[in-house]
T-cell receptor
Framework: KQEVTQIPAALSVPEGENLVLNCSFT??????LQWFRQDPGKGLTSLLLIQSSQREQTSGRLNASLDKSSGRSTLYIAASQPGDSATYLCAVPNRDDKIIFGKGTRLHILP | SAVISQKPSRDICQRGTSLTIQCQVDSQVTMMFWYRQQPGQSLTLIATANQGSEATYESGFVIDKFPISRPNLTFSTLTVSNMSPEDSSIYLC?????????????FGAGTRLSVL
């Protein structure tokens, strides 16, 4: 059974710092991994999708890496801004093609 | 990309009543998904809705409680029936295009439901 864990559950950092969010999954037989952003009371916005054949994806200040063999992914945010404050979720498909989400990391960027 | 319109954005309902949530997509999609996010929790898949067939429900969710319609390739509804305070959650619909496992999954803005 696929399980997704995100560490830390919450994080507060001063504006301008670089930071890393972690995601681990128990079943490495995945074909992609996706990072989402969720603002309070809102739906999800897809940030990055990494295919299983890729090791990383970049979009602006965001960089996501994937290490299938160790069951880990990281989301790197460079030069953080107050607007980055949100909950970040990672998600992977299980063997039945259902998407399994982590509980997310609540990020707060201090102005 | 896909643009998803979800209505209502929020509602406050009385115990025992039902609420129907609508999800409209700007393009034809094969699979639509309904999720629930309880307070402080991650998303949980309720069911997968395919056009022309019965929805497939996940463990712990039943059709009598969460009936789903999928009349065409751009629209779906989820009804939360006989509501109780435990149904207070954010409900989200999501779509994926062809090649489900390889596509980016897009989400509606969600419906925040509070049951008194």
């Amino acid at each position: 059974k696929q399980e997704v864990t995100q560490i830390p559950a919450a994080l507060s950092v001063p504006e301008g710092e670089n930071l890393v969010l972690n995601c681990s999954f128990t079943d490495s037989a995945i074909y992609n991994l996706q990072w989402f952003r969720q603002d309070p009371g809102k739906g999800l916005t897809s940030l990055l999708l990494i295919q299983s054949s890729q090791r990383e994806q970049t979009s602006g200040r965001l960089n996501a890496s994937l290490d299938k063999s160790s069951g880990r992914s990281t989301l790197y945010i460079a030069a953080s801004q107050p607007g980055d404050s949100a909950t970040y979720l990672c998600a992977v498909p299980n063997r039945d093609d259902k998407i399994i989400f982590g509980k997310g990391t609540r990020l707060h960027i201090l102005p | 990309s896909a643009v998803i319109s979800q209505k209502p954005s929020r509602d406050i309902c009385q115990r025992g009543t039902s609420l129907t949530i609508q999800c409209q997509v700007d393009s034809q999609v094969t699979m639509m998904f309904w999720y629930r996010q309880q307070p402080g929790q991650s998303l949980t898949l309720i069911a997968t809705a395919n056009q022309g067939s019965e929805a497939t429900y996940e463990s712990g969710f039943v059709i009598d409680k969460f009936p789903i319609s999928r009349p065409n390739l751009t629209f779906s509804t989820l009804t939360v029936s006989n509501m109780s305070p435990e149904d207070s959650s954010i409900y989200l619909c999501s779509v994926a295009g062809t090649g489900y496992g390889m596509d980016i999954q897009y989400f509606g803005a969600g419906t925040r439901l509070s049951v008194l």
